[in-house]
């Protein structure tokens, strides 16, 4: 199958730093389920006008990070261990078969960032610094759905998966069952056969880590 062109990095506005700072502490449990993120405040904070802040609260609101209520404003994302189950149960289906087409369509140059972003992610494992280890863990994944080449699954799995690490994440951090090293073994096999091209393997790989994250739940 012909390999896709790797998207490219675009330039970061203020829109694009206040959404990716303020992932970064949603994803990391700052900001913790349910907790308010204002707007006014938040203009403060980063010494702009409300427009970036707004589009920014916009384009977290479409990864599934935060919700908007009608004269409330922006929240972190808060669901249901119902909730929670359901969006597992949905991953389970299209993410392995997303990856199965990133395996198969994989560019020279999205190996190489693949590889970059692994780095990342494992560095912070290794270092056991859980914020970083979210966030990174989120951008490795990112990465591969958007090097699918198919820019809806990647927007599903975006709002499904987000709200997954914004609360599942808190949950599996509250009980204390991350393991680190479990975690880098899993995604060092992924990325191997990511990388070989191998999309059954792949897409076994990613069922298995999707599952062992559900099962890490609470049962509603």
């Given amino acids: 199958m012909a390999h896709l062109a790797t998207p490219k990095p675009k330039a970061k506005s203020f829109r694009d730093e206040i959404a990716a700072a303020l992932e970064r502490e949603i994803v990391s449990g700052l900001h913790t389920p349910g907790s308010r993120l204002v707007e006014r405040d938040l203009t403060i904070r980063f010494g702009v006008s409300s427009i970036p802040v707004r589009e920014a609260l916009q384009d977290l609101e479409g990864r599934g990070l935060v919700s908007r209520r009608v004269n409330c404003g922006y929240s972190v994302i808060d669901l249901s261990l119902e909730e929670l189950h359901s969006i597992c149960q949905l991953r389970r289906i299209l993410e392995p078969e997303v990856v199965r087409w990133t395996a198969l369509r994989l560019s020279d140059e999205g190996a190489s960032l693949l590889r970059e972003q692994h780095d990342r992610f494992a560095s912070a494992a290794a270092s056991n610094n859980l914020p970083d280890f979210f966030h990174e863990d989120l951008q490795f994944h990112r990465l591969i759905w958007e090097l699918s080449g198919n820019r809806y699954a990647a927007r599903a799995l975006q709002a499904a998966v987000g709200s997954l690490f914004a609360c599942g994440m808190n949950q599996a951090r509250e009980r204390g069952v991350i393991r680190f090293e479990t975690e880098i073994r899993k995604h060092d ?26 099962n890490s739940l609470p049962r509603p």
């Fill in 189 to 214: 096999k992924l990325l191997r056969q990511i990388l070989r091209r191998d999309g059954e393997a792949a897409a076994a790989t990613l069922l298995a880590i999707a599952d062992h994250f559900q």
